[in-house]
C-alpha cells in the first residue's frame, strides 16, 4: 500500500509539472540563434548559420528525409511550418533524450510574420 501511495503522488507531480509546463510553449528569435521550447517536452536551439530555410507547409512530413516533430506526440499534432536545417540538429526531449532531425516542423501561431522576421535575420547573419 505505501510503495502504491508513494507512486501514486509521484506521478500526480510529474502530471502537475507536465500540466504546469503547457502554456510554456514558445519560440524566441535571439542575437544569434533562435530558441523553440514546447513546455518540459522538448526544446532545440539552432544558430542562424544551421538553418538552410523556412517554409510554410502543412504535407505530410513522412515525405522528408529525417524530419522530426517539435510536439513529442508527433504527426498527431498539426504542422504549419517546416524549418530545414544545413545539417542534423538535436531535439532535447523530456529526461534528457535527444533525437537527430535535419528538418523539423512545428505550430506556430502568425506563421507568416515568424517566417518574416526568420528570413529576416537569417539576412543579417550572412
Known amino acids: ?10 506521478t500526480g507531480l510529474q502530471l502537475l509539472g507536465l500540466i504546469r509546463s503547457i502554456p510554456r510553449r514558445f519560440i524566441r528569435i535571439e542575437q544569434d540563434q533562435v530558441l523553440f521550447v514546447h513546455g518540459i517536452m522538448s526544446e532545440i536551439s539552432v544558430p542562424f548559420h544551421q538553418i538552410d530555410s523556412v517554409e510554410l ?3 505530410d512530413t513522412n515525405d522528408i528525409d529525417s524530419c522530426r516533430h517539435l510536439s513529442p506526440l508527433g504527426t498527431l499534432v498539426d504542422h ?24 523539423m516542423a512545428l505550430f506556430v501561431d502568425d506563421k507568416v ?10 539576412e543579417s547573419h550572412e
Request: charged fraction near 25%.
Open 113 to 122: 510574420a515568424f517566417k518574416e522576421a526568420l528570413e529576416a535575420k537569417l
Open 57 to 59: 507547409s502543412w504535407k
Open 80 to 103: 504549419n511550418l517546416i524549418v530545414h536545417f544545413k545539417s542534423d540538429q538535436q531535439i532535447t526531449g523530456l529526461y534528457g533524450f535527444k533525437k537527430e532531425c535535419r528538418s
Open 1 to 10: 500500500a505505501w510503495v502504491v501511495s508513494i507512486l501514486s503522488v509521484y
